[in-house]
Each structure stands twice: as C-alpha cells, then as structure tokens.
C-alpha cells in the first residue's frame, strides 16, 4: 500500500486546511486510517483515526473540536479538515494506514503504512 498525503501550505492562525491522503497498491485491504503529526523538534503525535467503514472515529485533545478525519473509499482518500488553526498545530502532518479495519490506534508503531507527509505552516 502506498499513501500520499496533499493539501499542506501556508495558513494564518485561525484558518482552516483540508488535508488528503490518497492510497494506492492493495486497495482491497480494509485499513483503519490515522493521522499523526511532527512539529519541529518533536517527537511524532497522534492526531486522528478513522475506522474503515468511516463509522468510528477518534481524536487527540489538541484535535478534538477543532478537525474533522474523514474517508471516501470509493476515491481511496481519507481527509482531515482542519479549522481554527493555531500556531502550535504547525507540522509535517503524515498519514498512515492500520493493518485492521476498525483499530483506532494513537500508537505509531501499530501502523504499518505511512505517506510522506505535508507540511502545514501556520502564521500569527
């Protein structure tokens, strides 16, 4: 399975971003998706999860209220939106994909795909 994550850039401080992650390779596997995230100088920290179905999801503290994961498997992509950005949600933001359909797992070392990642910058 192969990830691509898209949809980093620049953003003030109280905008919003959506993130996409396409898959590709064995798309007939069933994989909960997560997404995880590394500011600079920081250990890599779970963000969000989502199960395969889309019914089940979790976040982060940090992430709750304020980003939404999400999933169109007929377009193999899995999205986070993110609103309200603050100044500490800047990071290289990476998607990965969990070898079982409905594991909402925070640790990283459960997954077992992961795309490159996409850097979101967010200014004051």
């Known amino acids: 399975v192969q990830l691509q994550a898209s949809g980093g850039g620049l953003v003030q401080a109280g905008g919003s971003l959506r993130l996409s992650c396409t898959t590709s390779?064995?798309?007939?596997?069933?994989?909960?998706m997560g997404w995880f995230r590394q500011p600079p100088g920081k250990e890599r920290e779970f963000v969000a999860a989502i199960s395969w179905s889309g019914s089940s999801t979790y976040y982060s503290d940090s992430a709750k209220g304020r980003f939404t994961i999400s999933r169109d498997n007929a377009k193999n992509t899995v999205y986070l939106q993110m609103n309200s950005l603050k100044l500490e949600d800047m990071a290289v933001y990476y998607c990965?994909?969990?070898?079982?359909?409905?594991?909402?797992?925070?640790?990283?070392?459960?997954?077992?795909?992961w795309g490159q990642g996409t850097l979101v910058t967010v200014s004051s």
């Open positions: 390779g064995r798309t007939s596997s069933k994989n909960a």
């Open positions: 990965a994909a969990h070898p079982k359909p409905v594991r909402l797992a925070q640790e990283k070392d459960s997954y077992t795909y």
